[in-house]
């Protein structure tokens, strides 16, 4: 049996694969779409309580993308 707090953080780690696979799948829809992000997070359907941090991950992801891409 997991202990609470063993369990808090599962439930906390699966929330962050979640939230950076989502990242992902948004980043991914705009580049290939060439839309912004608030109409890709439109298309996809995306949470209203979940677009400020999708949209953070988002600028992260494009400063670790190299120039001219």
């Given at each position: 049996m997991y202990s609470i707090?063993?369990?808090d953080l599962k439930d906390e780690g699966?929330?962050?694969?979640r939230a950076e696979e989502r990242?992902?799948?948004?980043f991914k829809f705009m580049q290939?779409?060439?839309?912004?992000?608030?109409?890709?997070?439109?298309?996809?359907?995306?949470?209203?309580e979940d677009r400020d941090e999708c949209r953070a991950r988002i600028g992260k992801m494009k400063e670790k993308?190299?120039?001219g891409v």
């Open positions: 707090k063993a369990m699966i929330a962050e694969g990242a992902n799948i948004v290939s779409q060439h839309v912004t992000f608030d109409k890709a997070a439109d298309a996809l359907s995306i949470r209203e993308q190299p120039a």
